[in-house]
């Protein structure tokens, strides 16, 4: 038979459980990782990664005492989409079906050797200003020496002028 009692017991015992979801809910999002944040962001735009992938990626390799901001969770995500496109544009410009592990790690030897790339950034600069320096000698010992008395300079050039 049908007991009324049997049905109030039933809703109060979904109406805990739904509770206790939400609770859990609440948990999750107090945590800033939720299904629905990793694959959009506060401005409705979808994400390249999953959110709390790249949270997690980010924690392991900041100081246990940094907190991100959301700002931050966003554009990471962002820029590591933009570095996936920007690899994947490079290894299109091969000619062949099938990406080969070669030319991925050529695609990707900017972004994996940055620090040696800028090294020899600043060490061709120096030569650069070396060069500068004896150019810069040469034309004021060119200005000294070469200078004939009795004919007048027509027209300096702009090159060896000092500034």
């Known amino acids: 038979m049908y007991d009324e009692r049997e049905d109030e017991f039933n809703e109060e015992i979904n109406q805990e459980e739904t509770e206790e979801i939400i609770d859990s809910e609440e948990a ?25 992938e790249v949270v997690r990626l980010m924690k392991q390799n900041l100081d246990r005492d940094k907190m991100i901001r959301e700002r931050v969770k966003v554009e990471m995500n962002k820029f590591l989409g933009e570095v996936l496109v920007k690899v994947c544009e490079q290894l ?10 070669e030319m991925l790690k050529e695609s990707i030897y900017p972004y994996q050797n940055i620090e040696r790339i800028n ?45």
């Open 28 to 52: 999750v999002e107090s945590d800033e990782i939720t299904e629905e944040d990793s694959e959009i962001d506060e401005e409705g735009e979808s994400l390249p990664f999953a959110k709390a």
């Open 92 to 101: 299109n410009e091969y000619p062949y079906t099938t990406i080969e592990y």
């Open 119 to 163: 090294e020899e950034k600043k060490r061709i600069l120096m030569h650069l200003h070396a060069i500068k320096a004896d150019c810069d000698a040469l034309s004021m010992d060119v200005k000294k020496t070469l200078k004939l008395k009795d004919v007048h300079e027509e027209e300096k050039d702009p090159a060896f002028m000092d500034y």
